[in-house]
DNA sequence: TAGATTGTTAATCGATTAACAATC
DNA sequence: TAGATTGTTAATCGATTAACAATC
């Protein structure tokens, strides 16, 4: 009965990281006036396996494909944008307005994927009460009780690393139940919290190790 | 004798992305005074497997644990260090000092992981010519040269989507071999050129997906 | 029809986890 | 010694890729 921990609604982790990348791509191809178009050719587009591009197509789209002719453009984008959530907005709140933050009040990429961040908290007077991004900031003792009140659900944490667990725990006591966490600390939560980690300097720590083992290569002794 | 593409210098990207995790603990360990720890210590505190966590080690450590006793936290920490280029620092360049690209400069997590960034570019000549996070802004004009002259080899892209290619391109003119790329578009790049995407809309689409699962499921029609 | 493309079942591949002998 | 822990080989698990019948 129980789902297994790496699926998400019946899908992937995998899968569903790939879903936005079709869901651009297709509206770029609609744009352009395509009305129907091919797993392989999405897959060539894309640089990804053609079986793949189907099996994750299969896991969103309402109607079939059909030989020959492949999928109808406009019905996979709906599917995509419903499977997504973009008709079905999850309000977020973020916590901690320095750089980062601001970073991602001001990114304009979430909406279209269903998240919308609706206001953000810092512990300094001076940006409290400032907009960034559109978005108002707000002092740390109203977080708890505006996200019960707003009924939200994903916490966004860009505080310092010291100060993560204390605003980890306000933003559950709030009831928050997802929270994104890019302060490099482990923050411990509530069996029904989920707490995805975000490090930034693993990413570029891996392509810089990556760079280094190539040169070694290249240049040796 | 061609290395698989997912390994680097003989380990996965995955058990790569590990490591800077382990380091983080073991200093804090090491701060505690502990000079010794075993595996199974280790996988309890950072919630993963032992069994995992002993070939992760394995895979940089010079000496061998000791049964019984587990490892010298200091070499651990040694081996982790020259592992990850703490003493062997890939230097970078970041282009697009907008919000996030001011996020990144400012960002201290970086250095500690064998990566610098030296400076940025921006085609904006109000922000050229300031200092963020400590590093100049140069105007987008000296960029070919400057990477090459300095055998800058990691550019960071964090400018609007529809100028990413031709800041790529420039990247790669001056010599750069790794790009990370923030703006979600796909970059055409030379075979020896690398570019790892970076979308952060992805992980809060999933984490959202993920509560809106289990949000379904609590509460039936 | 012929053939391109779909959808699915089987094979492969990599990463994680389990089992276990070696050893301090 | 007894037993905790290491290091390694085997089993499992998930995701990707290949093979192929169905079909428009």
New interface residues.
Partial sequence: MEEKKHM??GIS?KT??RL?VYH?YLEGKFAEGTETISAPMIALD?KLNEVQVRKDIASVAKTAGKPKTGYAVKDLIDDLEE???YH?V?Q?VLVGA???G???L??K??E????EIVMAFDSDGRKVDTKIGGKMVLPMAKLENLCQRMNI??G?ITVPAKAAQEVCDQLVAGGV??V?NFA?V?LNVPDHV?V?N???????????????????KEEPI
Same sequence: chains 1, 2.
């Fill in positions: 998400v609604g982790r569903l990281e936005p651009h894309l499977f997504l959530g079905n999850n977020a320095g750089y980062l601001r970073a991602l001001s990114y990429g979430f279209q994927y269903g998240v659900h994903i966004i139940r997802a994104w490099p482990h989920l995805q975000e490090n930034m300097a693993v990413s570029l720590a891996a392509l810089s190790k990556y760079l280094y083992e190539v040169q070694k």
